[in-house]
């Protein structure tokens, strides 16, 4: 079945846009393990090294001087080869900003909304989804700080206020700047358990498909024997909804997750528990504000 010059506008492009350090690319291996019966629906899965440099290119010309049509439909057939496709997933962090410019101008990602609306601008008549999954800055910052090695910490943190770091002004800023596009955000902290919630809408098919990497995330935190048993648990009770196949995760997590793999070591210059701890405050506060903004569909 091929695709028609026509119809190529109709795709919508469900951009995962980070956090960085959230699911580690993980989103895209869970999807291709069911790459075929998703192109079947009409989902197609792209790994980032397939497009990005197609993609770097354009945006960097769309900044500079104007693309044609012709230019941003020829980007889009590259990706869509001659499938029949009726929404493309396209997944990397570095859409949000550059790692290592996370903090600057003392708040984070500054440019979240300029950067997704340049995204979003390469394919104006399509439509777009943008998926977001949050990570308590108090753990995230250590991380991204050692995965980028152009800055040093005081150059990296400035002087920024780590207790006035708000999810809610990306989110905002990206509904700000691209009306129209729904954002779909979630807590990286709940991700083993709401994982085939997370695949169901990535891919746009909801609950109603059985994804084969639904347990991807929580395999990596839980004890083999007590993943042996959930594993056998959910096989056995294959007409559980999605609801209980989530309560039954939450529970088998509770009693056998990997102590090692879950605590997190923050050691960075001048932080104090103290500090650390009223960092998560204000996360979860934050949190609650983005789950009842207009515009945002939160899963938990």
Not at 41 to 60: F, N, S
Not at 201 to 217: A, K, T
Not at 221 to 250: C, D, H, M, T
Request: aromatic share 8%; with cysteine; glycine share 8%.
């Amino acid at each position: 079945m091929s695709q028609s010059n026509t119809d190529i506008r109709d795709i919508s492009l469900a951009f995962h846009i980070g956090a960085p350090n959230t699911d580690n690319g993980q989103l895209i291996w869970s999807l291709r393990k069911d790459a075929q019966p998703l192109l079947e629906r009409g989902v197609m899965i792209r790994r980032p090294g397939t497009y990005m440099t197609a993609l770097t290119q354009l945006l960097r010309k769309q900044n500079q001087e104007f693309v044609t049509g012709q230019e941003r439909d020829a980007l889009l057939a590259g990706l869509v080869k001659d499938q029949a496709v009726s929404r493309i997933i396209l997944t990397n962090s570095s859409f949000l900003g550059m790692p290592g410019w996370m903090l600057n101008g003392r708040r984070l990602y500054r440019n979240a909304g300029s950067n997704t609306a340049a995204l979003r601008s390469l394919f104006p008549g399509n439509p777009c989804e943008f998926f977001l999954g949050l990570r308590n800055p108090a753990t995230l910052i250590g991380p991204v700080f050692k995965s980028q090695s152009g800055r040093s910490w005081r150059e990296f943190a400035g002087d920024t206020d780590f207790l006035n770091l708000h999810w809610s002004e990306v989110v905002e800023d990206i509904l700000e700047r691209n009306p129209g596009c729904r954002i779909t955000v979630w807590c990286n902290e709940e991700t083993p358990v709401i994982w085939p919630s997370i695949l169901g809408h990535v891919s746009g098919l909801g609950d109603g498909f059985r994804f084969s990497g639904e347990l991807d995330i929580t395999r990596g935190i839980i004890s083999e024997a007590g993943y042996e048993r959930l594993e056998a648990y959910l096989a056995s009770r294959p007409g559980l909804s999605e609801n209980q196949r989530e309560r039954v995760r939450a529970l088998f997590l509770s009693y056998f997750h990997d102590e090692a793999e879950i605590e997190e070591e923050i050691d960075l210059p001048g932080w104090s528990q103290a500090l650390v701890d009223e960092m998560s405050e204000a996360y979860m506060a934050d949190a609650e504000l983005i789950r009842h903004m207009p515009g945002v569909t939160f899963l938990s």
